[in-house]
C-alpha cells in the first residue's frame, strides 16, 4: 500500500490518498486492529519528507537539500524524523 509520500522511504503520510491519517488510525483501532507501517530507514531521509528538518535539527547539519543517511547506532536519530516540532 502506498501509504506514503513517492519514494522509498516512507517518512511521510500521502495526504492525496491518506488525508486525515490520525482519523483513519483511531478508526482502525477502534475497531481492534493494529497497524503497522513499513519504513525503510536504511534509505535515508530524503528532503521531501515532511520531517526532514526535524531530522537534521539534531545533527546541527544545515539542510542542504540532501538524503540523509539513517544510522541506526546513533540514538539522537532513532525518533527524529517522527517527532513533532517543538512549539514555538
Known amino acids: 500500500m502506498d501509504w506514503h509520500k513517492p519514494g522509498w522511504t516512507g517518512w511521510s503520510w500521502n495526504r492525496e490518498l491518506i488525508p486525515d491519517p490520525d482519523d483513519l488510525l483511531a478508526w482502525l ?51 527524529s524524523p517522527l517527532r513533532p516540532d517543538p512549539p514555538p
Open 29 to 79: 483501532h477502534a475497531r481492534g486492529l493494529a497497524v503497522t507501517l513499513n519504513l525503510h530507514p536504511a534509505d535515508g531521509v530524503a528532503p521531501h519528507e515532511d520531517r526532514y528538518g526535524a531530522f537534521m535539527r539534531p545533527s546541527a547539519a544545515e539542510p542542504d537539500g540532501s538524503t540523509v543517511p539513517f544510522d541506526a547506532g546513533e540514538s539522537h536519530l532513532h525518533a
